[in-house]
């Protein structure tokens, strides 16, 4: 596959979601529990949209998703192109 067949498939952007949101959600839990010594999702999301933050925080989280889902799925994608040339 090259770069544009890879942007291009439906299970690469499908592989770039799933990824990214774990990435979120697993980044968020652990940071929340080292600011906070545990789980306190409402002190958490409150100190991260208080005073106008909020937006930040939000394109902040989906820029991180989209970008880790990008890189680690094309990875992927180039890693299984490789080795099935090899075959």
């Known amino acids: 596959m090259k770069f544009k067949e890879i942007m291009s498939s439906k299970k690469y952007w ?7 949101f ?7 839990i652990v940071m929340m ?10 002190d958490y999301y409150q100190d991260r ?4 933050k909020m937006i ?13 889902g ?3 799925s094309y990875g992927q994608f180039r890693r299984k192109e490789k ?3 090899k075959k």
């Open 14 to 20: 499908r592989s770039v979601v799933v990824l990214g």
């Open 22 to 28: 774990l990435f979120v959600l697993i980044y968020n």
């Open 33 to 42: 529990v080292i600011d906070y010594g545990g789980f306190a999702f409402k």
């Open 49 to 52: 949209m208080a005073d106008g």
């Open 56 to 68: 930040t925080f939000v394109v902040g989280q989906v820029l991180g998703m989209i970008v880790y």
């Open 70 to 72: 990008m890189i680690v």
């Open 83 to 85: 080795d099935q040339l």
